[in-house]
T-cell receptor, first 119, second 113 residues
Framework: DVKVTQSSRYLVKRTGEKVFLECVQD?????MFWYRQDPGLGLRLIYF???????EKGDIPEGYSVSREKKERFSLILESASTNQTSMYLC??????????????????FGDGTRLSIL | AQSVTQLDSQVPVFEEAPVELRCNYS??????LFWYVQYPNQGLQLLLK??????LVESINGFEAEFNKSQTSFHLRKPSVHISDTAEYFC???????????FGAGTRLFVKA
C-alpha cells in the first residue's frame, strides 16, 4: 500500500513564525499536492508538483510556498504565519499514469493530515 | 471552469436504512469522477471511481455510484448502512489531461443505532 507520511499530526505556532510542513511518500509517485481543509469548504488546493523541482500554484497559494528537492518529499512553507492559516493541512500523491500523462485519472493517496494552530 | 456541488452537508440515517449522498458537477470537457471517504482524524481514502465504461461503479464495502452524463451527477448510494459508515464523504472531479482534482465541500454521514 502507498504510504503518505506527514511529519506532525498537531502543530502550534505563533503569528509571524516561518512554519515548515513536511510530507513523504514511498511509492515513487510523480505528482504531489498540498491542500487545506476547512469546515464547509472541502479541500482547497494550495500548490502541487508534477516532478522534482517543478511546482504550480493551486487555488489559494497566497502566503505559502513549496519545495520539492527530491521525488519523495514535498514541503509546504508558511513564510510568516497568520491566524487565518489555522487549518487542517493534507498532503497527497498520485501517479502521473500513461494513457493520461498528467494523472487526472489516477486516485490521490492522502496523509493523515497536520492540524495547525496559529496563535 | 469545473465545480462540484454536494447537495447535503449532513445526512443522518438509522442503521440498516438505505442512503444516497448527492453530487453534481459542472465541466465543459470529459471528466473522471471519484468518491473519497474520511474517517475521524484520518486523511481521505478512495472509495470508488468512474473513468470510463459502465456507468455504475461499486466499492468493496457495498457502496455504489452511477455516472449520469445528462444530469451531470454522480450520486453515492448504499442499500443498508452500518454504524461504521459514519464518516465524511467527498465527491471529486478531474478533467482529462489535467493535473488538478476539484473536491466538493463534503457530506457528513451520521449512522444512528
Amino acid at each position: 500500500d502507498v504510504k503518505v507520511t506527514q511529519s506532525s499530526r498537531y502543530l502550534v505556532k505563533r503569528t509571524g513564525e516561518k512554519v515548515f510542513l513536511e510530507c513523504v511518500q514511498d511509492m515513487d509517485h510523480e505528482n504531489m499536492f498540498w491542500y487545506r481543509q476547512d469546515p464547509g469548504l472541502g479541500l482547497r488546493l494550495i500548490y502541487f508538483s508534477y516532478d522534482v523541482k517543478m511546482k504550480e500554484k493551486g487555488d489559494i497559494p497566497e502566503g505559502y510556498s513549496v519545495s520539492r528537492e527530491k521525488k519523495e518529499r514535498f514541503s509546504l512553507i508558511l513564510e510568516s504565519a497568520s491566524t487565518n492559516q489555522t487549518s487542517m493541512y493534507l498532503c497527497a500523491s498520485s501517479l502521473r499514469g500513461q494513457k493520461d500523462s498528467r494523472g487526472s485519472n489516477q486516485p490521490q493517496h492522502f496523509g493523515d493530515g497536520t492540524r495547525l494552530s496559529i496563535l | 471552469a469545473q465545480s462540484v456541488t454536494q447537495l447535503d452537508s449532513q445526512v443522518p440515517v438509522f442503521e440498516e436504512a438505505p442512503v444516497e449522498l448527492r453530487c453534481n458537477y459542472s465541466s465543459s470537457v470529459s471528466v473522471y469522477l471519484f468518491w473519497y471517504v474520511q474517517y475521524p482524524n484520518q486523511g481521505l481514502q478512495l472509495l470508488l471511481k468512474y473513468l470510463s465504461g459502465s456507468t455504475l461503479v461499486e466499492s468493496i464495502n457495498g457502496f455504489e455510484a452511477e455516472f449520469n452524463k445528462s444530469q451531470t451527477s454522480f450520486h453515492l448510494r448504499k442499500p443498508s448502512v452500518h454504524i461504521s459508515d459514519t464518516a465524511e464523504y467527498f465527491c471529486a472531479v478531474s478533467h482529462t489531461g489535467g493535473f488538478k482534482t476539484i473536491f466538493g465541500a463534503g457530506t457528513r454521514l451520521f449512522v444512528k443505532a
